[in-house]
């Protein structure tokens, strides 16, 4: 007996398997101009020979089989606990997306002319005015399109800054507690990178940081509470350090989310930062974008954002300006990702001040509920002042042959995504663990019990860890070998393999 | 608040059983002195019904192409999106997802990708695709840097009809880096580049050339690569209306090196800019050098196929002040539409909606060209946009058009000093014929009354 192939617990062929000659999905309606020969209109050798080859032939039941079969086999916020260290993965309001979706926004052409514009431009300005005041900053560009697009806009403002003060300078500090993104931004800027150690306590070191701070130093580039989760107690120091010696200081805010509404960076002495709408004002990540990654300055980087700027005018409309004379120029078409931008607006104006300072509370307590619940099973190494994220190690279960990794994949057995585990690149078998605001204490009970219990079978079975996870469609994958010989797209000839290739 | 689960009081509690008084302990690493003694001064929350309420009014304060009819294009093009779209990455299990790190939970999304993939290769006539760059802009700025560390040389050949805005990109990503950029520039009779005079030199890391172009012409890409491969460049194509690809030769069939465009035509709605969707393409033996994710095939223990990210170490994982390139968060979201669009479209549909796009603006280019005070500015051969030439004042054009509710086009001496009497027109499958002779009717009335 045959069974069906596509049962939710079986392997999805691709779409290009499942296509059949002179299927179709699509529908226009016929051609109401008079037609032209192809050839009268362009230059035969321009043209394609015949339709692409390869692209599939399907019915529109069955793309909407394959795809929403597709999204059984991915992991979701709104399925659970998604304690995703730094990257920060909260609840996404239906809300925002409603709104987002609103004909006015969707059906906007970019080119509109400003004033049949006036929606757009004021969502963009107010939502603009409001992280200014959110974060102390003077001002800022809603263009970036992702953190680590806002980073390089940070760090070109920063170099603008200082060659017309003369000299772009040679370096950026990094502390070795950063995002990974960091130092590759400071490179596509053409910056070398220092990095700066952290101190026992995991904070920037003072002195080192005083000793590597020269003329030849654009910048330090601080992410603040940083990847250990913790909050950089001497910022004021720190600032000083860097300003004294001429330079910039730019902050990473991607984890602004741990002290939203209870300080704010500007009043730090920060020069630039950049905001991660996605993971501090709740929209969506969409399995890696999009995102949005807006740059806020003080007065000295302020006339070298990009352009364009969003302009008040005194009849209360909203203007673009291009007449900048010292900016950093362009960053991307148009004024970046609008509809991201629209559901930050909403998240901001349903919460007001005092639901976005008991977003950061929310999330700080628990973090700590974790750490409390959880510090004598796994090591902690770095304890003190534990913010929005707290970060564990695999060291007291490395003796039974276990590591970080096979931890994370043993959570997915339990129905968890497994912490993030590339950074803090200083603590070895990191663990990364942030729950954020939008978790109800019964699911960090269970993520806790979880935890307890492979820390358990760490000692008793450790086998059974090691090679988890055991509960998922398929195993781990071999990601040496993927990396070793790509195999980055379908061709129609190349010979599939492995057990479940169904038809 | 409902997006916070936990009461006040279950919070407090939670403080307690952590062994501290009050939550602001936990505040305490930020110094005393920053600490805000005031709340912020933001408006008071909102009810969601006045949160509806507020954005319906904002929403309603653009001239969307629900209400006017939209002629515009030049990088942003209204296609009509097949309702499964939405419905299909509207599923929480996509949009609420995180980057795929974790394929064993992550196939859906990893899938999709490797398709989408596959399906910009087609397209393009490359050999991989990586998934999806910011936009076209920032994807062509990605290709200028990987042309530089392939060829290890910094002079830089730009056509001046690549999208103005892509082409200032170029000039922010690369100004610190120090580029040598040089304009081609078009041909004022045809509006597109004459290859001849296109002169790559041996220091020359790329030519990059829009097909079609920035005045909807279709360049002549093939003796542009000759040109260019004749000393070692390399060919960048950027290609802002892919729709174009369901009837043009593919950049890969005439030598393009690295294919880089905008996605947004492949069901991606205009939202005044964005989110959109950066393709890049390249060949075979580039791939260690493209920038962005990549997603391969892999097998587990039992021999199942399955996807992971790949060539991670490119990126930020390691050797990370050596990464080719700083991206991180992208748009998969969007290269999911663009996947969708592609397949449920399939090779006869994308045909189909680029021939309708190239029937209709010519038909609207052939009445405008027979009216009095209008003509076409370009003789090229063009897919859905053109260029019209006016004698009376562009604006009072356009803004004539405006009180019919059409937004009739782009007005060029912005970008284009020379073509100050110059608006761009696009024409795409959304566009009923009734809609094309009401434009060259409001035109007509136009002459008829001065």
């Known amino acids: 007996m045959r069974k069906p192939e596509y049962h939710v617990t079986r392997s999805e062929s691709l779409i290009f398997e499942r296509s059949r000659p002179g299927r179709r999905a699509y529908s226009l309606p016929p051609l109401d101009v008079p037609e032209t020969a192809l050839e009268q209109l362009i230059e035969k050798r321009f043209l394609r020979s015949g339709p692409i080859e390869g692209m599939p032939e399907l019915s529109e039941v069955d793309v909407v089989r394959h795809y929403t079969r597709l999204s059984r086999w991915n992991y979701a916020v709104d399925l659970g606990l998604y304690p995703l260290g730094s990257c920060t993965m909260k609840y996404n309001p239906k809300l925002n997306e409603k709104v987002a979706r609103f004909d006015g926004f969707i059906n906007h052409h970019p080119y509109t002319p400003e004033e049949l514009s006036q929606g757009s431009l004021q969502v963009i300005k107010w939502l603009e005015e409001l992280l200014c005041e959110i974060t102390g900053m003077k001002a800022g560009t809603l263009i970036p399109a992702a953190g680590a697009h806002g980073e390089l806009t940070g760090l070109m403002l920063i170099r603008a800054c200082l060659q017309s003060r003369g000299n772009p300078r040679k370096k950026v500090l990094i502390p070795d507690s950063a995002h990974g993104t960091n130092p590759a931004s400071a490179t596509v800027c053409g910056y070398g990178v220092q990095t700066i150690r952290s101190n026992e306590r995991g904070l920037v070191d003072v002195e080192a940081l005083r000793r590597a701070m020269t003329d030849e130093v654009a910048a330090l580039m601080l992410t603040n509470p940083n990847t250990l989760g913790l909050f950089e107690e001497e910022i004021e120091e720190i600032v000083r350090i860097v300003h004294d010696a001429g330079g910039l200081v730019y902050m990473d805010g991607a984890n602004f989310n741990a002290f939203l509404g209870i300080a704010r960076p500007g009043d730090m002495g920060i020069d630039v930062i950049h905001l991660n709408l996605h993971k501090t004002f709740s929209t969506p990540h969409g399995g890696g974008g999009p995102g949005a990654g807006p740059v806020f300055v003080g007065e000295t980087l302020e006339p070298f954002l990009p352009v364009p700027r969003l302009v008040r005018t005194t009849e209360g409309t909203v203007r673009l300006d291009f007449d900048r004379p010292q900016t950093i120029g362009r960053i991307r078409a148009f004024y970046g990702n609008f509809g991201v931008l629209v559901r930050a607006l909403c998240y901001i104006l349903t919460l007001g001040a005092d639901g976005l300072r008991e977003v950061a509370e929310a999330a700080v307590v628990n973090a700590n509920y974790i750490a409390h619940h959880l510090k004598d099973t796994y090591d902690i190494p770095y304890p003190g002042g534990i913010m929005h994220e707290v970060i564990f190690s695999d060291k007291w279960q490395r003796p039974y042959g276990v590591r970080n990794v096979d931890i994370a994949k043993r959570l997915i057995d339990y129905g968890f995504h497994p912490p993030t585990m590339s950074f803090p690149l200083i603590v070895p078998g990191a663990l990364m663990v942030e729950p954020t605001d939008t978790e109800c204490r019964e699911e960090l009970d269970l993520f806790i019990e979880a935890m307890k219990a492979i820390a358990r079978e760490c000692r008793e079975n450790p086998d059974l860890v090691r090679h988890a996870p055991h509960t998922t469609r398929i195993g781990r994958l071999d990601e040496v070998t993927a990396a070793r010989k790509p195999v980055l797209r379908w061709r129609p000839a190349e010979p599939t393999s492995g057990a479940e290739q169904s038809r | ?450």
């Open chain 2, 1 to 450: 608040m409902r997006y916070i689960p936990n009461s006040a009081e279950e919070r407090a509690q939670m403080v307690r059983e952590i062994g501290l008084s009050d939550v602001s302990d936990l505040f305490r690493p930020i110094p005393e002195k920053f600490r805000l003694r005031e709340p912020l001064r933001l408006p008071p929350a909102q009810a969601e019904s006045d949160v509806l309420a507020l954005f319906r009014r904002l929403a309603a304060e653009n001239a969307s192409a629900g209400e006017m009819t939209l002629f515009l294009g030049a990088g942003a093009y209204h296609h009509f999106i097949p309702s499964l779209i939405d419905a299909l990455i509207s599923r929480a299990e996509f949009y609420t997802s995180y980057t795929p790190y974790q394929p064993e939970i992550s196939q859906g999304t990893l899938q999709a990708i490797f398709e989408y993939q596959t399906l910009i290769c087609q397209i393009t006539g490359m050999d991989v695709a990586s998934a999806a760059l910011y936009d076209g802009s920032t994807a062509l700025a990605e290709a200028v840097l990987m042309a530089e560390r392939l060829t290890d040389r910094r002079h830089v050949i730009l056509a001046a009809t690549v999208h103005p805005e892509y082409r200032q990109v170029v000039q922010t990503y690369t100004k610190t880096l120090g580029f040598d950029l040089t304009l081609a520039d078009y041909d004022r009779e045809t509006g597109c580049l004459d290859p001849t005079s296109v002169r790559p030199t041996p220091d020359t890391a790329a030519v990059v050339v829009q097909s079609p172009n920035f005045f909807g012409g279709i360049e002549d890409v093939e003796t542009l690569a000759e040109r260019a491969h004749d000393v070692g460049a390399l060919l960048i194509v950027v290609v802002t209306e892919p729709i174009s690809l369901g009837l043009l030769r593919p950049p890969g069939s005439c030598g393009a090196d690295i294919v880089v465009g905008e996605g947004q035509s492949f069901g991606v709605p205009l939202s005044f800019g964005g989110p959109y969707l950066g393709l890049l393409a390249t060949r075979e033996k580039f791939v260690r050098q493209m920038p962005g994710r990549i997603v391969g095939q892999a097998f587990d223990h039992q021999g199942r196929r399955g996807f992971v990210l790949t060539l991670a170490t490119r990126e930020q994982f390691i050797r990370r002040e050596k990464a080719t390139s700083n991206i991180c968060t992208s748009q998969e979201l969007c290269a999911l539409m663009a996947a969708i669009y592609l397949c449920t479209l399939g090779p006869q549909g994308l045909r189909e909606v680029a021939f309708q796009n190239l029937q209709k603006a010519a038909y609207l280019s052939r009445r405008i060209a027979r009216l009095p005070g209008f003509s076409l500015r370009f003789r090229h051969s063009f897919f859905n946009e053109f260029v019209v030439r006016t004698n009376r004042p562009v604006n009072q054009v356009l803004r004539r058009l405006q009180q019919e509710k059409i937004l009739g086009g782009l007005a060029l001496g912005q970008f284009y000093p020379e073509l100050g009497d110059c608006f761009l027109v696009c024409v795409t499958e959304t566009i009923p014929r009734e809609e094309l002779d009401r434009y060259v009717a409001v035109l007509e009335q136009e002459t008829s009354s001065s």
